[in-house]
């Protein structure tokens, strides 16, 4: 079974610098999707960024950029030049590559929640 | 386009009774899932659902049911409620299971 960990329960950073946030997961599949997803006060889950296994180069959204290190199974979030409304619970999601019967389902990690100090 | 719509948004039951909640996928999604969201837990997959068939369960006990309509909505029914079950309950909805989108949820309190 994969699984998913952040380690880290909170973070803080000031308005206007970067901050990452961690996530490590554990798999022996080879084709697989990870996800970082934001759950604002409002707790609706919207989706952040897309990393697909199979794809050698770090996505990238605007100011979000992933650092997805696959041998080491690591798979961090960048966020750039920080606002007040990136103040959220961010999670970190993993799919199979294969997302039929048993795969067809996401695995969260904790989460983290993110301050944003003005 | 109309995003994923969960109701009721807040829901006060008592332990012993039963609920039932609904979600309305995107038009044209057809794949449903459902997930629970507690502060000890986290977020645990509870089902998936695609064309009407439940195709995936996660590990919770037989009280948790669900079911999609032709039209791809869904519900999910919990019978004999625990005070454990009080939680927020998330659907998602998605085209071939590639990107997932979220309702914004139905708290439960169970009392």
């Known amino acids: 079974a994969q699984t998913v960990t952040q380690s880290q329960p909170e973070m803080s950073v000031q308005e206007a610098e970067t901050v990452t946030l961690s996530c490590t997961y554990d798999?022996?599949?080879?084709?697989?999707?990870l996800f970082w997803y934001k759950q604002p006060p409002s707790r609706q889950m919207i989706l952040v960024i897309r990393?697909?296994?199979?794809?050698?180069q770090n996505a990238t959204e605007n100011r979000f950029s992933v650092n997805f290190q696959k041998a080491a199974k690591s798979f961090s979030l960048k966020i750039s030049d920080s606002q007040l409304g990136d103040a959220a619970m961010y999670f970190c999601?993993?799919?199979?590559?294969?997302?039929?019967?048993?795969?067809?389902?996401?695995?969260f990690g904790k989460g983290i929640t993110l301050s944003v100090r003005p | 386009k109309a995003g994923v719509t969960q109701t009721p948004r807040y829901l006060i039951k008592t332990r012993g009774q039963q609920v039932t909640l609904s979600c309305s996928p995107i038009?044209?999604?057809?794949?449903v899932s459902w997930y629970q969201q507690t502060p000890g837990q986290g977020l645990q997959f509870l089902f998936e659902?695609?064309?009407?068939?439940?195709?995936n369960k996660g590990n919770f006990p037989g009280r948790f049911s669900g079911r999609q309509f032709s039209n791809s909505r869904s519900e999910m029914n919990v019978s004999t409620l625990e005070l454990g079950d009080s939680a927020l309950y998330l659907c998602?909805?998605?085209?071939?299971?590639?990107?997932?989108?979220f309702g914004s949820g139905t708290r439960l309190t169970v009392v």
């Open positions: 798999t022996s599949e080879s084709d697989y999707y």
């Open positions: 999601a993993y799919r199979s590559g294969s997302p039929t019967g048993a795969n067809s389902k996401l695995t």
């Open positions: 998602a909805s998605s085209v071939r299971n590639r990107d997932y989108t």
């Open positions: 659902y695609f064309s009407e068939t439940q195709r």
């Open positions: 038009s044209g999604h057809r794949s």
């Open positions: 990393q697909e296994a199979y794809k050698q």
